[in-house]
């Protein structure tokens, strides 16, 4: 059957992860489309490939085997059957890294970006440690940044137990920063409450609006691999 399912790719022996759309499935193969900012796949045929895309509200896997590439287009066998994953939204995991937030009323900006601290995440929201602000808006935009660096803090925190340094400092290459712009997770949502965090520092929680977008789901493939 034809579908439109955008979809995280996982290339489990490379640990490659890609976005693209499911094109075409049936009980044998899943026909998809990457994104065109990715490179062509030729050298990854019979590469195991973990399937990660959103069905009726629920996360979905599907273990498959890439078997054809031409160019940005593939088709992969199905190895393993569709199976829900299962990840509670309220679950907050701890992870230090730099953050970028500013407060929104009725969707519209009413603050410049504020550079803060992570403090935990989950699908469903976050908590995170900003400058002081007197802005009392009750929503909220928040950009995570998605780079190597910070997946390996992630790693770092799972296996020691201990939350990681923060490993993003500011950059004022402009080019540099569009670069984090571009791989960052974007968020809007409400700020459930505001607290004092120490000298000058607030604490903010923040409950996502859409769990169901595309960075959700860069985010759920996250957290599965971290802390699965």
Avoid at 75 to 101: G, K, S, Y
Avoid at 198 to 214: C, E, I, P, W, Y
Wanted: neutral net charge; hydrophobic residues 40%; glycine residues 6%.
């Amino acid at each position: 059957m034809s579908s439109s399912y955008i979809a995280d790719f996982k290339f489990t022996e490379s640990g490659i992860s890609l976005l693209g759309h499911i094109a075409n499935i049936n009980r044998d193969h899943v026909v998809v489309e990457f994104l065109p900012t990715h490179k062509p796949l030729n050298d990854q045929i019979s590469a195991k490939v973990d399937i990660l895309f959103m069905l009726k509200g629920t996360l979905r896997q599907l273990g498959t085997r890439l078997i054809q590439s031409d160019g940005l287009r593939a088709t992969l066998q199905i190895c393993d059957p569709l199976r829900e994953v299962t990840m509670r939204r309220d679950t907050r995991h701890p992870c230090t890294t730099n953050v970028h937030f500013r407060h929104l009323v009725q969707g519209k900006t009413t603050s410049v970006w504020k550079e803060g601290s992570l403090v935990d995440i989950g699908l469903g929201g976050i908590c995170i440690e900003l400058p002081y602000t007197a802005d009392t808006a009750r929503q909220g935009e928040v950009l995570i940044n998605l780079t190597e660096i910070w997946l390996r803090a992630l790693w770092e925190n799972k296996l020691t137990g201990e939350p990681s340094e923060t490993i993003m400092q500011p950059d004022t290459d402009k080019e540099a920063k569009d670069k984090v712009l571009l791989s960052a997770l974007r968020f809007r949502g409400k700020v459930c409450y505001t607290k004092p965090a120490g000298t000058n520092l607030l604490r903010v929680g923040m409950k996502f609006a859409d769990t169901h977008s595309t960075d959700n789901l860069r985010l759920a493939r996250i957290l599965m691999d971290v802390y699965e």
